[in-house]
């Protein structure tokens, strides 16, 4: 039983990796590399399973790609600031924790990336609204059927499926695919 759950549990994720849209990694790569060019932050956020995408998406940019070369990224994961977050939580609203590190740190040029699964987390569409009122490029990843943020972030990434440790795979995944670009347009 073991062996045909995991079977099943890798078939139906290649399906779901093979109905993604990839029209917009070119756009989301290009959004980062304008970031560094121009020596801008990239903000990234997300709650529980998506909290742990951002921070993994933080550190592979960050260490991962620029390790030894002289110029960084400025990738900052505002899912990590786990004090300021329950302080927003405990004194305004759990909806608030993003935005309000936005309003502090938010610049033009910047970049914010939101990721959640279901598309409706209330603390992320803040953070995008708030950053699209800025005029700042504003991207998405999410599942399902997209949810609000893929409607209103500038780019959306949306993993075509009602499940969501998938949906979080391919959120890894593109991760991962967007570090392994960058690393060869880097350091080639």
């Given at each position: 039983m073991i062996?045909?759950?995991?079977?099943?549990?890798?078939?139906?994720?290649?399906?779901?990796?093979r109905?993604?849209?990839?029209?917009?990694?070119?756009?989301?790569?290009?959004?980062?590399?304008?970031?560094?060019?121009?020596?801008?932050?990239?903000?990234?956020?997300?709650?529980?399973?998506?909290?742990?995408?951002?921070?993994?998406?933080?550190?592979?940019?960050?260490?991962?790609?620029?390790?030894?070369?002289?110029?960084?990224?400025?990738?900052?994961?505002?899912?990590?600031?786990?004090?300021?977050?329950?302080?927003?939580?405990?004194?305004?609203?759990?909806?608030?924790?993003?935005?309000?590190?936005?309003?502090?740190?938010?610049?033009?040029?910047?970049?914010?990336?939101?990721?959640?699964?279901?598309?409706?987390?209330?603390?992320?569409?803040?953070?995008?609204?708030?950053?699209?009122?800025?005029?700042?490029?504003?991207?998405?990843?999410?599942?399902?059927?997209?949810?609000?943020i893929?409607?209103?972030?500038?780019t959306s990434?949306?993993?075509?499926?009602?499940?969501?440790?998938?949906v979080?795979?391919?959120?890894?995944?593109?991760?991962?695919i967007?570090?392994?670009i960058?690393?060869?347009?880097?350091?080639?």
């Open positions: 062996k045909e759950l995991t079977v099943q549990y890798l078939d139906d994720l290649q399906d779901t990796l109905n993604i849209d990839l029209q917009n990694v070119e756009r989301i790569v290009n959004a980062i590399l304008a970031a560094y060019e121009n020596e801008k932050q990239i903000f990234i956020m997300g709650n529980g399973g998506s909290g742990s995408t951002a921070s993994h998406f933080a550190c592979d940019i960050n260490k991962g790609v620029t390790f030894g070369l002289e110029k960084r990224f400025k990738v900052i994961s505002l899912s990590d600031n786990i004090p300021t977050m329950l302080a927003y939580a405990n004194d305004s609203s759990y909806d608030d924790i993003f935005i309000e590190q936005l309003k502090n740190f938010l610049n033009p040029g910047d970049v914010v990336i939101g990721i959640s699964g279901s598309g409706n987390s209330i603390n992320v569409i803040r953070a995008i609204q708030y950053a699209n009122e800025k005029g700042i490029e504003t991207i998405a990843f999410t599942g399902f059927d997209g949810g609000e893929a409607k209103i972030a500038k990434f949306v993993v075509p499926v009602n499940d969501m440790q998938k979080e795979d391919g959120h890894l995944i593109l991760a991962h967007i570090m392994q960058l690393v060869k347009k880097l350091r080639s």
